[in-house]
């Protein structure tokens, strides 16, 4: 079993629909989970960062950890065709090393 | 901002060819990291370093080597490169403490025939 498990998808929307991503993951000892996007033919880029459990919205992203049940979400209201992209989960432990979910390739349809 | 820039976008090669695979950035990070990326298996960690001329292996290090001479600048060798080895690879930095966000280049996406 992976240690970081994420359904690759793809999942395509409508514009302006909202988009549910996420990750279940084995190890309890992450704390730290982070949400890359990756768009084709580029590396990924840091989306979304947090600490723990709980929620954190940035604009149209919502991020949220729940440790209890090791799943992890990601929301994107009001989605526009310039966020289909790549997604990918990762979380460590507090060390260097990042344990990537496989990502989930959204397409957004105008 | 930070940058991370590899060698080459595109590469071919042929079986039992040597590769290099170059990566530099520019913000002072103490971490560098070389992943390949396979459709349905995401990133895998092919070797870290934490410092000049350290190094550690990660979760898939067999056919790789890798040289870090300088801060900036973290190279990965194929010594006879194989079919297998047809991947996207791409180079990661960070800091050494802090959040752990690693920045990464745009790839390199190397076939080997």
């Known amino acids: 079993q992976k240690e970081v498990e994420q359904d690759p998808g793809p999942l395509s929307v409508p514009e302006g629909a909202i988009v549910s991503l996420n990750c279940t993951y084995s190890?309890?000892?992450?704390?730290?989970f982070m949400w890359y996007r990756q768009y084709s033919r580029k590396g990924p880029e840091l989306l979304m960062y947090?600490?723990?459990?709980g929620n954190k919205e940035d604009g149209r992203f919502t991020a949220q950890v729940d440790k209890s049940s090791k799943y992890i979400s990601l929301f994107i209201r009001d989605s526009q065709p310039s966020d289909s992209a790549t997604y990918l989960c990762?979380?460590?432990?507090?060390?260097?090393?990042?344990?990537f979910g496989a990502g989930t390739t959204v397409t957004v349809r105008a | 901002d930070v940058k991370v820039t590899q060698s080459s976008r595109y590469l071919v090669k042929r079986t039992g060819e040597k590769v290099f695979l170059e990566c530099v950035q520019d913000?002072?990070?103490?971490?560098m990291f070389w992943y390949r990326q396979d459709p349905g298996l995401g990133l895998r960690l092919i070797y870290f370093?934490?410092?000049?001329?350290?190094?550690e292996k990660g979760d898939i290090p067999e056919g790789y080597s890798v040289s870090r001479e300088k801060k900036e600048r973290f190279s990965l060798i194929l010594e006879s490169a194989s079919t297998n080895q047809t991947s996207m690879y791409l180079c990661a930095s960070s800091l050494m403490s802090g959040r752990n966000e690693q920045f990464f280049g745009p790839g390199t996406r190397l076939t080997v025939l």
């Open positions: 947090t600490y723990s459990s």
């Open positions: 990762a979380m460590n432990v507090g060390d260097y090393k990042l344990s």
């Open positions: 190890n309890s000892a992450f704390q730290y």
């Open positions: 913000m002072d990070h103490e971490n």
């Open positions: 370093s934490y410092d000049v001329k350290m190094k």
